[in-house]
């Protein structure tokens, strides 16, 4: 699904993010990006969205090379996945039901087909009853819930989340855990850029980390180590 | 699941237009300014155009008909002269017609030809007007070569300077009508970028869902369009009420009234100023926006 051949990322500060990695993430899989701030973990999601270019080494999405794959065709890959932020990236004029719809609209779907798809994925993640309410009325948590709901409701393959409970406390932290659990459960392939130590430990899922720029270690467990 | 989203990138075109309601009055406004002095620039030019027309129709050459030519020969002549490249109209002048406007001229003092009635010294002529006072020497060289011409009396110096007139405001307001294109694209594109700006959150969000940049850019496109129109709309009710009355108070004048010059009244050219309008407006508005958003499509 997501495969890292040797890949290496040099910014032209002369900076190098990232040390030949070399990762395969399976269809299904849930697996967790750790490291702290500055490790090189933002730049491997920017790689995968392709928002960035790898300065060597390819990288394989969805058995497609992306490395050569031209400016035009990017959108397209990008409908393969959904996408999560830690500052939920809603649009404060538009309701909860218009953020969801929106993301429908820009891969242009049919009216019918919005007003069938966007209440479900709504109730998925439990907001059904906030359809009409505007994002500054909503509770982090809640934020991120509509973020995750415009995330998925394209049915993409796979679920990129960067740093998705930074901005949240535990509890809420928790939930949208779980939920991303969940939507993994269906079948889509997550993963998950964070440092949240406790909620890593406690999902107990794959986790590959990586330390200035070089993965360390790409093992099922917690945060630190084996459980 | 492909489907087409013209309605809703134009609803969301008109949405932005009613939400950003300073920005697009602001944008309006410039708009309307540009339009305003692009339009003066214009009305002049295209006057000034119809007055060197009027002048050049008046300038023209008297081509003198050999006193034995035949009937026949003088209207092969007419034929012959029509066909040459840059003659407007011909008029034919009997030697009686010629009389008359001489007695005419000479009013109360036309004893002075009593008697030409009979012996007629006036020659048949023919009047020639031109396309265009450029091709002057070239007609009068080919007129000469014909059967049947004595000779052609022209004021050439008068003629020659016209032209060179007439070419010189062309090519001023040409060039002033590009400077200003230049100018109102330079700043519906800056107007824009703020728009743009305000709006890169969700520019960046688009990008992030998959959305192409034919969709990105498309409710800024009809954004900068209904700006375009608007403006255009509004400024050609401003130009059409000021024109009036600037010719109103030009026509009224004794020095134009004395040239026997007319200029253009509103209604002949509003559809042309419509049409350059629209153009303009909505191909600033177009260019405008497409140069505004390059940066921030590039994510």
């Known amino acids: 699904m997501i495969e890292f051949r040797n890949v290496s990322k040099s910014y032209t500060s002369g900076l190098e993010a990232v040390h030949d990695a070399s990762f395969s993430i399976e269809k299904g899989e849930f697996a967790f990006l750790v490291g702290s701030s500055g490790s090189g973990k933002s730049t491997l999601i920017k790689l995968i969205l392709k928002e960035e270019e790898p300065t060597s080494g390819n990288i394989i999405i969805n058995g497609k090379d992306t490395t050569f794959l031209k400016p035009s065709r990017i959108p397209y890959l990008r409908r393969s996945m959904g996408i999560v932020f830690q500052d939920f990236r809603l649009l404060p004029d538009k309701t909860v039901y218009d953020n969801v719809a929106f993301a429908m609209h820009v891969v242009r779907a049919t009216p019918k087909h919005i007003r069938r798809q966007v209440p479900l994925v709504l109730s998925q993640v439990g907001l059904a009853e906030k359809a009409k309410v505007y994002p500054n009325e909503l509770s982090g948590g809640e934020q991120q819930r509509v973020a995750l709901a415009r995330a998925i409701v394209n049915n993409p393959s796979m679920l990129i989340a960067d740093e998705p409970t930074g901005n949240l406390d535990p509890n809420t932290a928790w939930d949208i855990m779980e939920l991303l659990n969940e939507i993994n459960l269906r079948g889509t392939t997550v993963v998950v850029a964070t440092h949240a130590k406790d909620i890593v430990d406690k999902m107990n899922k794959r986790v590959i980390r990586i330390d200035q720029g070089n993965i360390v270690r790409d093992e099922k467990g917690g945060y630190d180590g084996e459980i | ?299």
């Open chain 2, 1 to 299: 699941m492909k489907y087409n989203s013209f309605g809703y990138l134009i609803g969301e075109g008109f949405r932005s237009v009613a939400k950003q309601k300073k920005m697009t009055s602001a944008s309006i406004i410039i708009m309307c300014a540009t339009m305003f002095i692009f339009g003066a620039f214009y009305l002049i030019g295209e006057n000034i155009n119809f007055i060197m027309k009027q002048v050049e129709s008046q300038q023209g050459m008297r081509v003198v008909i050999k006193e034995d030519a035949t009937e026949d020969e003088i209207s092969n002549m007419e034929n012959k002269i029509r066909q040459i490249n840059g003659v407007n109209q011909i008029t034919f002048y009997s030697k009686e017609d010629a009389l008359a406007s001489v007695k005419e001229q000479l009013g109360d003092q036309k004893d002075i030809i009593a008697g030409y009635d009979v012996d007629n010294p006036f020659p048949d002529s023919y009047f020639v007007t031109l396309t265009d006072l450029n091709l002057n020497n070239e007609v009068q060289e080919q007129i000469k070569k014909l059967d049947g011409v004595e000779e052609i009396t022209a004021s050439n110096d008068t003629i020659s300077s016209l032209a060179t007139i007439a070419q010189g405001i062309q090519m001023a307001t040409l060039g002033l009508l590009k400077i200003l294109i230049i100018i109102s694209i330079f700043i519906i594109s800056y107007t824009i970028k703020l728009t743009v700006y305000a709006r890169r959150r969700e520019i960046s969000i688009m990008k992030y869902v998959g959305a192409t940049n034919g969709f990105i850019r498309g409710p800024f496109i009809v954004e900068g369009i209904i700006i375009g129109v608007v403006s255009a709309i509004i400024t050609l009710a401003i130009v059409g009420l000021a024109y009036n009355s600037v010719v109103t108070s030009i026509l009224s004048s004794s020095v134009i009234q004395m040239m026997n010059i007319t200029l253009y009244n509103f209604s002949d050219i509003f559809v042309k100023l419509l049409m350059v309008y629209l153009i303009l407006g909505t191909g600033i508005g177009i260019v405008g926006s497409i140069i505004s958003m390059r940066k921030y499509l590039k994510v």
